[in-house]
């Protein structure tokens, strides 16, 4: 099965906790990242206009929540750029540069707009000092509620970081995502392993992991990824089918 005339790719994972054999995060993604692409002919959605490829269709009843009210979505929105440490030393913001800070903003500035329209209750970032926090929140309007750090890049928290988070109500959470999450050699073994058919190299350009929890009990009922990939000409303000969010 080919694809002709299509610049964008999104994959959806659907729920990982059906997966077994997953032990780790890069396995996990990459595991449900071939399943889902192996299966493509059973579902998918083609937009000829934009030229984008959903795999599967997210229209497909069966990949929806069967009663929202019976769960809670997540309601959190957290930001991760490829590369960025946190530096316990907070020393300076050297691995931060001017073009990283400023698409940083212009992805928030992007989130504030869907925040202001209440599709998003809380907005965070990852692996923020307390110097990147000062120079962030000069350029935004809507202050980050959530600062989400590598339990491998800080053991101990800085207490300047610690009192800072306190002062501007700041939710100080761990993870252990590796530092680059999708990288592009990994993705392009997985169309190679998958004989995904496509006529241009395609590049993951963003990941977004998310998780729905059951109201009453407060335990993960479904987590899962969506990938967007596009080949190296496609439009650099792709905006994500907002229908879908609905």
Not at 156 to 177: R, V
């Amino acid at each position: 099965m080919s694809f002709p005339d299509i610049n964008t790719v999104i994959i959806y994972t659907g729920n990982v906790m059906k997966q077994a054999n997953i032990n780790t995060f890069k396995n996990e993604l990459a595991s449900c990242l071939e399943n889902s692409l192996k299966n493509v002919h059973t579902s998918y959605h083609i937009d000829q206009t934009r030229g984008i490829l959903e795999v599967p269709s997210p229209y497909d009843q069966s990949f929806k929540l069967k009663d929202r009210n019976d769960f809670e979505i997540t309601d959190s929105f957290i930001v991760y750029f490829n590369g960025l440490l946190f530096d316990d030393q907070e020393q300076d913001d050297s691995n931060l540069v001017m073009d990283d800070f400023e698409a940083l903003v212009e992805v928030w500035k992007e989130l504030e707009f869907h925040y202001g329209n209440d599709r998003i209750k809380k907005l965070g970032v990852s692996e923020f000092t307390k110097n990147r926090f000062e120079r962030f929140l000069n350029v935004v309007e809507v202050l980050p509620k959530i600062d989400q750090i590598n339990f491998k890049s800080c053991c101990d928290l800085p207490s300047k970081m610690i009192n800072y988070a306190k002062e501007h109500d700041i939710e100080l959470l761990t993870h252990k995502d590796p530092t680059d999450i999708l990288p592009s050699t990994t993705f392009q073994k997985i169309l190679k392993d998958t004989k995904f058919s496509f006529t241009s190299e395609l590049l993951p350009r963003w990941v977004l992991k998310y998780s729905v929890l059951v109201k009453c009990r407060e335990v993960v009922a479904n987590k899962g990824y969506i990938v967007m990939s596009s080949t190296p000409i496609a439009d650099s303000n792709f905006k994500y089918p907002v229908e879908f969010i609905e």
